[in-house]
């Protein structure tokens, strides 16, 4: 059986959406499946478009993914090079191939007498479809005396080529996910196929380097759906095989009205790239989110799929194994941030104490703490299970690193006895006698003379709480006595006797 080779297409245009990123990850997932080569292939014919520092934003998604092209800008391989400005010089023979065969032609029009016609054409509430319908009337190899458009050509005239679109024929398209298609001609336009600057159209270099370097799959975003007539036709023109084709369903937006847009990110606070955009109009990332990348490509992975089964947590391995292009939607996929941040959450609860307190250790640094990671890992272990990403650590341990400096007045009002004071000072002296400041000696000594005095208690332990926290949250008290050392829980227990005090109620 012929190896199975797929390709992600992108062109360096600005940070790769997460759409994009799915497109990367369905075929890679797809082509590991079936034993297959995965490429990663830089369209970058458009120069108008292009977007210094976004190929490398390509390639550093993907590998933080761990999505590795066997193939590709960096990785190299025996149909490069990967990078289509590099191919340049190989896409005119083939646009003239199809000139000859009587499929192309060459276009003289110049771009402001085409914005002319389309103009009027719109102030009659029409479209202008540079196709059979008007072709004979326009500057073209067609419609122009032999001699005068050779003559233009020999004299320099920009041109561009153009694809003769037959007439009223219905092109019957076959789309694994989309099933069968037909698209009459005449609603389609003599695409350029290649421009006048010296470079191919993306249709161009797009069929050709898919054909040149074998691909036998093509799966990408739905919104390439409207090429796929023309792309069909190039492929007969050409009298290659067709590979198959896969479109995907649109990422939605989390209310489902409309596409998942770059703008959206910012709107509704999640982010839309893999990672953080430097350049210009900076934009959020998932990684400098806190998000782990498996976290990520599991979330990525259910947009647009499904495994067949109740199972919502793959690893990449996993998921090379189940995947299908037969269980990928029609209907579009709407994000759902909170499902990203379920996903991370249950990541992050797989990571070591250590892995975290590493990670959390970094956070501190930043903040001028210095802890070792043998107290952070005790710190992690009691708070992991209420957090989604490491940096939400801080939050539910912050009065661990810094000593309440005011107290919450509804919890005095409600939790500050008369006889607290009394209550504090006698426990003040029942931990200063202990030497083992474990959570378990600490509890088991504080819980000792609260039976021998016949406390409730609940107050003690509410009241405690307080002083030490400046609140009623945090982990397990002992926990936090523990963690904080005798010399702090003494010193913060009278700091608490001295600004609250007698308070009243
Ligand atoms: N260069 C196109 C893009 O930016 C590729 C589309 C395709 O995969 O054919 O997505």
Known sequence: MQQVRVRFAPSPTGPLHIGGVRTALYNYLFAKKQKGIFI????????????????EYITESLKWCGIKPDEGVLEGGPYGPYRQSERKDLYRQYAEKLVEKGDAYYAFDAPEELELLRYSAEKKGQTFTYNSSVRDK???????????????????????????????????????IRGHIVVNTDTLDDKVLFKSDGMPTYHLANVVDDYLMKITHIIRGEEWLPSLPLHFLLYRSFAWEKPLFAHLPLLLKPDGKGKLSKRDGDK?????????????????????????????VNMLSLLGWNPGTEKE?????????????????KAGSRF?????????????????NKQLAIE?????????????????????????????FVKDIWDETDFF????????????????KPETPEHLKGLKEVLDELSDFTPAATEQAVKMWITQNGYHTGTIM????LVLVGASRGPHIFNIISWLGKEETLNRIDRGLTVIGNHSR
Not at 273 to 283: D, K, N, Q, R, V
Not at 322 to 327: A, C, G, K, P, Y
């Open 360 to 388: 959390f250790r970094e956070i501190l640094r930043a903040k001028g703490f210095h802890h070792d990671i043998i107290q952070l890992e005790t710190l992690v272990d009691l708070v992991k299970e209420r957090v989604s």
């Open 462 to 465: 509410n009241a405690l709480r």
């Open 268 to 296: 509704m606070g999640f982010p839309v790239f893999p990672l953080y955009w430097p350049y210009g109009e900076t934009a959020r990332g998932y990684r400098e989110e806190g998000y782990y990348p498996e976290a990520f």
């Open 336 to 352: 759902d941030p909170e499902k990203a941040r379920w996903f991370n959450h249950h990541y992050l609860q797989q990571k070591s």
């Open 138 to 176: 326009l500057k073209n190899s067609l419609s122009l005396p032999e001699p005068e458009w050779k003559r233009f050509i020999r004299e320099d005239k920009p041109y561009v080529i153009r694809y003769k679109m037959p007439v009223n024929e219905d092109v019957n398209l076959d789309d694994l």
């Open 40 to 55: 990663l292939r830089i369209e970058d014919t458009d120069r108008s478009r292009f977007v210094n520092g976004a190929e």
């Open 401 to 416: 690193f810094i000593a309440p400096k005011a107290y919450d007045s509804e919890v005095i009002t409600k939790r500050w």
């Open 313 to 329: 947590i793959f690893s990449m391995d996993e998921l090379i194994n189940v995947f299908s292009l037969d269980r990928v939607h």
